[in-house]
């Protein structure tokens, strides 16, 4: 049975409120209950109105008890009239008069001219005052269930700023005369009707954004609905829409980004024209009786949500896999759906079923889908997508695999002949390609299953990672799925009876499998450490104060929302007055305070200020903080510290952590503001242990210390605690950078022993301690820590010292203050050694790297300078990340070489010459202080000065060690400090210019395919870049040379040209002319689909017929001997991008919510002698107006007829602010 509840889109929430989903009034009485006055009060309120009447007194003391002085509410009050004082209070701007049967809209409403709502649901209206019209700040209107309203005042299309009009309910038929006159409308609700149809005169509604139409009796989607070009959103919810013949058209404007057909049982089909929806974001099909769902829904990239509940689905197309902007797939109650594409595994913004709502991947109630039900209510998504993801790859790679690896020579027992395999390997989507390789005896090689798996491997390990920090999970997830499932699909799906792999193959299969998946796992864990260990840290925000109200009076927790992921409970009661709280995050690298750290602790989140600072509450308030994962974080405690000095001292709060959908936090009480950071420090592990009992003590899965007690090792009950310094192949290569002379192959984790420690057992214990990975052909030692700290090499006093394969067991009968084991042959200083392994446990091997880019506007001559401190091993990364998505330029001679960075340890970056950073100048010197933070972002971000304002200007940046306070320039002859590294920082280069990104910006809405385009074309011709290149404003081009007008004010980004242009004989560039296209955003991508412009006539891609764009001349509307069927270009820029041609479109930029009308025209080589010369068409002329002082009015129109004379090179964007 089918829930009541009807399933909405997340963006339809809104219009929920306005489009009435109950079947009778009194529901909807129930779902939006009327405040109630008590019994006593209404005897009063009438006694006063049966003395006094409605006067403006009375009526002006209402509005006062109402939420908004401006607002009067007359609902329900069985007024047959509008009492004539209310249209003496001119400053109403509400006018809520529902239910009442008052019959009429007044002549007097025109008194109320400052009224913007009125609300008149429920009042048996029959005629409506043309004087409404002077109501002209009127926006919304509801006339909601007025059975008898047929037709609207023709004097209301004078209301120029009306934007919503609701005939819910009103039993009509069709659509109330002059409706269609009201062209400001941007919603019209017209639900909960009986209508069949609408009239052509729809398209009068220029502005509408919203249509709703549900529950009414449409048997088809009118086709008049196509002509609202600005439409956002159609709601057809509750329908008689029919689709069983498979003709149904889906007659919406290409530019939609809603559509809603829920509850249409009789659908069936998903009607034509899906590929059409150009930037379709969600679809609602909920409850439609589909069985199937069309291929072509895969050609939507821009599908943000798309629900299905409630159907008939057996399966999903593979072409799903093709959204990947997917964030929501409803899929609850298809009772027959047994199976998922695994192309699905593709959808990486695919989102968790959200607690209450119909968002994220909901699957509810489909019982016969194979993935089990409770493992995806346990591990959401993650184990959705990993096994589609494991099914594909282990389709692609078993047959191939069987196909053209395994032949006779497996089962020869592998032969000594070679096996030349797989040329073209597995599909383009999975990105492996396998060359050459070789099947030999005894073994396989290990580039086969290398190369197979690899990166099949990786993808998944991606895809996981994202969603979880816990490593244990990704390799349950992937390693033992891929083992087993490729085993049992090569042995019993693929293999013939011809193709068999005996015990021996598979062994040395699984054995590389697991080595090639350990590497990988590895190799992703540091590519995207960034991502999944680092929290919720923007840099964006750093140093910049957000404030929020908090009120006295609130009866509930109040939690808000802080900057990097933080979150501030306040308890009912914990203040006595209004306030507002204020939060700033400090970018820990650049914090001037003294947060020192302790040894083997570790600082993991940002500075988080709380102001203003000393606040107190009378009650404790909950500040939540999330925080970054270190290696070994299972061997980590996580506390808050706290600061009210400004930084000068710390204390530890009490703490407690938990998880939250993937990110760790921790949780602090605190009854004042001050500042906050996240430390982690070593966990003490503790144990009880019983006289006359066995006792076995672990540290971590991450580090497998076992300590064996056995029966009566101890004299009494004991409690024994310990701590462990985690050593990794890092921590020994940074300490043998330090001291080329540590002859250190391979060391343990130390452990260091607290209560119990010295403690002298009856019977020796049994210790465990895994190995890092090294050479293995040295000695073993144990080495042992005395109470003092001293450590000694223990190996002859310590009994039965075992090697087996990574791990060293020994047995001791007393616990010292700590044990380790190394790997060497000899070891002069134990201490020195232990010392030095300790402190490179908080090193990190780091290359910095400065990127640079312009701070807008250019002229100032300012740009924002990044210093990075990047692990070694992902510099390459983040270079490639930070110039193609950050928008950032590297600096030439960055990264610098290698630089071992401890753990809280500060450096400088001191800079010479023309360059500077905007700080203060100390010492006569200008620079930046860098502390480095493993765990934190490493990044340090500021303004720098060019002095000369040149492209010339340069400095050399210089780092140290230490604060750049203790460097003094230094004096003629004097020898200074030695640098750790030398850098040069110049200006930036190439277009960067926050008016260009825009444009690119505005451009990757468009869906274009990188295929078509040509970086190197590239331009930005924006006032202040034209200016600086010091551009012209025309220039002549071609054979012979044309003049052509520069795009200034509008940005260019590079087409590739079509293969006419590599044609050295037509040398295109070098001999036609230059001029433009103005068109429309919906146009451009079909344009570079055909790479030629095409005339009124032909059919493009796709089978769509082209014509005249409306209000262009066509074959009945056009002057005499003109041909329309023609291709029109234009020298000029200012006549081609001109509201005829380039029809501006509404852009919000999501990057700084700022709005823009953008034009946009295609700038092309035209070849001489294929055109005609023309005047302009658009009326200049007979107005005595010039469109482009650089062209006469006559020579502004080029048309040609010849298919393949011109050469598109650029797509011209022009933003205008709102």
């Known amino acids: 049975m089918k829930k009541s509840s009807p399933r909405q889109l997340s963006e339809m929430n809104k219009s929920r409120k306005t489009s009435t989903t109950s079947k009778t009034d009194s529901m909807t009485s129930k779902t939006t209950p009327k405040k109630k006055t008590p019994m006593k009060e209404t005897v009063h309120q009438r006694e006063d109105i049966e003395e006094d009447g409605w006067t403006e007194a009375y009526i002006r003391a209402r509005m006062k008890n109402t939420d908004s002085s401006k607002e009067l509410d007359l609902s329900s009050k069985m007024l047959e009239e509008i009492p004539p004082d209310v249209f003496s209070i001119k400053e109403v701007e509400i006018l809520d ?125 009118p086709e008049s609905i196509k002509s609202l070009g600005r439409l956002d959103r159609v709601e057809m919810k509750k329908n008689k829409l029919n689709n069983h013949q498979g003709d149904l058209k889906l007659n919406v404007p290409s530019r939609l980004k809603i559509l809603d057909l829920e509850d249409n049982c009789s659908l069936s089909l998903i009607p034509d024209g899906l590929e059409n929806l150009e930037v379709i974001e969600g679809l609602n099909f909920s409850y439609c009786g589909i069985e199937k769902l069309p291929d072509s829904i895969g ?192 042995t019993t799906e693929v293999a013939t009876s011809a193709v068999r792999l005996d015990a021996a193959a598979w062994e040395v299969m699984e054995e590389l499998l697991r080595e090639v998946t350990d590497a990988t796992t590895k190799s992703v864990a540091l590519e995207h450490e960034e991502e999944w260990r680092l929290g919720q840290t923007v840099p964006e925000q750093y140093d910049k104060q957000f404030s929020y109200k908090i009120s006295a009076t609130s009866v509930k927790v109040q939690s808000v929302d802080l900057p990097a992921g933080c979150n501030l409970s306040i308890p009912p009661e914990a203040t006595t007055e209004d306030t507002s709280v204020i939060s700033a995050v400090l970018n820990p690298h650049g914090y001037e305070g003294t947060l020192e750290l302790e040894d083997n602790e570790l600082l993991v989140s940002d500075i988080v200020e709380m102001r203003p600072a000393g606040m107190t509450f009378s009650k404790p308030v909950k500040l939540k903080i999330p925080h970054s994962l270190p290696k070994f974080d299972k061997e980590r405690e996580y506390v808050v510290m706290t600061s009210e000095d400004d930084g000068t001292s710390w204390e530890t709060l009490k703490t407690l952590s938990h998880h ?55 004299p009494s009950e004991e409690e024994i605690s310990f701590k462990v310094i985690p050593v990794d192949k890092e921590t020994l290569t940074c300490a043998g950078m330090e001291d080329s002379g540590m002859d250190i192959n391979r060391m343990s984790h130390i452990l260091k022993f607290f209560k119990g420690s010295n403690l002298l057992l009856n019977r020796p214990a049994t210790i465990v301690l895994p190995l890092s990975p090294g050479e293995e052909d040295s000695q073993v030692r144990v080495l042992s820590c005395s109470e003092i700290g001293d450590w000694e090499d223990v190996t002859d006093k310590v009994d039965d010292v075992v090697l087996k394969e990574s791990k060293v067991a020994f047995k001791t009968d007393r616990l010292s203050s700590g044990f380790t084991v190394l790997r060497s042959d000899k070891i002069v200083d134990p201490n020195r050694v232990v010392a030095l392994v300790t402190k490179n446990t908080r090193v990190r091997r780091t290359r910095t790297v400065i990127f640079k880019k312009w701070k807008g506007p250019r002229e100032k001559g300012v740009m924002t300078a990044r210093m990075e401190c990047v692990l070694e091993e992902m510099v390459e990364d983040r270079i490639c990340r930070a110039e193609t998505k950050e928008g950032y330029e590297r600096q030439g001679g960055t990264p610098t070489p290698t630089m071992s960075m401890m753990e809280g340890e500060t450096f400088c970056a001191i800079f010479h010459g023309s360059i500077r950073p905007k700080v203060e100048e100390i010492n006569y010197q200008y620079g930046v202080n860098f502390k480095f933070y493993c765990n934190r972002p490493r990044i340090r971000e500021f303004d720098v000065t060019l002095v000369d304002k040149g492209k010339s200007a340069t400095s050399t940046v210089k780092f140290y060690p230490g604060p750049r306070e203790i460097y003094h320039p230094c004096a003629p002859g004097e020898k200074g400090t030695t640098p750790l590294a030398t850098a040069e920082i110049t200006a930036p280069t190439g277009i960067i210019c926050d008016y260009w990104l825009a444009c690119q910006r505005f451009k990757n809405t468009l869906g274009i395919a990188d295929t078509y385009l040509s970086p190197d074309h590239n331009k930005c011709f924006c006032k202040t870049c034209h200016t600086d290149r010091g551009g012209l404003d025309s220039y002549s081009r071609g054979n012979p040379r044309k003049k052509y007008a520069a795009p200034v004010g509008w940005g260019r980004v590079g087409l590739k040209p079509n293969r006419v242009s590599e044609d050295k004989e037509v040398n295109v560039f070098t001999n036609w002319h230059r001029a433009y296209h103005g068109t429309v955003t919906s146009t451009v991508k079909k344009i570079l689909q055909t790479s030629q412009l095409l005339m009124p006539g032909d059919t493009a891609l796709g089978g769509h017929h082209l014509g005249e764009r409306p209000g262009h001349f066509n074959e009945k509307r056009k002057p005499e001997g003109f041909d329309t069927q023609q291709v029109y270009l234009s020298p000029s820029i200012e006549y081609s991008g001109d509201d005829i041609y380039a029809h501006p479109t509404r852009f919000k930029d999501k990057h700084g919510g700022k709005e823009y009308d953008v034009r946009v025209a295609l700038q092309l080589c035209v070849r001489p002698n294929s055109y005609t010369v023309g005047p302009e068409t658009i009326g200049a002329r007979r107005e005595g107006r010039t469109i482009d002082p650089l062209f006469s009015n006559d020579e502004l129109e080029w048309f040609t007829k010849e298919r393949g004379g011109h050469v598109l090179y650029g797509l011209l964007v022009k933003l205008e602010k709102i």
């Open 660 to 714: 939250e959908k993937g990110q760790t936090y921790v949780v602090v009480e605190v009854v004042h503001f001050s500042s906050f950071a996240v430390v982690a420090r070593p966990l003490e592990h503790c144990h009880r242990v019983r006289k006359g009992e066995a006792s076995e003590l672990k540290s971590s899965k991450q580090t497998g210390i076992k300590m064996i007690l056995p029966r009566d090792c101890v």
């Open 299 to 490: 050609q939507i990239p821009t599908l943000k949500e798309i629900h299905l509940a409630g159907n008939k689905l057996r399966t999903l197309p593979d072409s799903f896999g093709r959204l990947l902007n997917l964030e929501t797939l409803d899929l609850e109650g298809n009772l027959r759906l047994s199976s998922l594409p695994v192309t699905l595994h593709h959808l990486r913004k695919l989102k968790d079923k959200d607690t209450g709502k119909n968002t994220g991947l909901v699957m509810d109630n489909v019982p016969t889908l194979d993935i089990p039900g409770p493992k995806i209510v346990k591990e959401g998504v993650i184990s959705v997508l990993s096994e589609l993801l494991t099914e594909d790859s282990l389709n692609s790679v078993t047959s191939n695999i069987a196909a053209e690896v395994v032949d006779d020579t497996i089962i020869e027992n592998l032969s000594d002949d070679i096996v030349t395999i797989i040329e073209e390997g597995l599909s383009d989507d999975l990105m492996l390609e396998m060359i050459e390789v070789a099947v030999m005896e005894g073994q396989c090689a290990d580039d086969v299953f290398a190369s197979i798996f690899e990166d099949v491997v990786q993808a998944l390990i991606k895809e996981v990672s994202q969603e979880t920090a816990d490593e244990d999970k990704i390799i349950l997830l992937i390693i033992d799925n891929l083992l087993d499932e490729t085993k049992g699909s090569v």
């Open 97 to 221: 008069m529902s239910n009442n049967p008052l019959g009429s809209i007044p002549v007097g409403i025109a008194s109320l001219s400052e009224l913007k709502e009125i609300r008149a649901a429920g009042c048996d209206i029959r005629e409506i005052s043309g004087n409404v019209s002077r109501c002209k700040y009127l926006s919304k209107i509801d006339f909601s269930r007025n059975p008898h309203i047929a037709t609207l005042p023709v004097t209301m299309k004078q209301l120029a700023h009306l934007k919503y009009v609701a005939l819910s309910s009103c039993e009509l038929k069709s659509l109330p005369k002059n409706l269609t006159l009201l062209a400001t409308i941007e919603t019209l609700d017209v639900s909960k009707n009986v209508l069949t149809t609408l009239p052509s005169e729809v398209s009068g509604f220029k502005r509408m954004k919203v249509l709703i139409l549900n529950d009414n009796a449409f048997e088809r989607i």
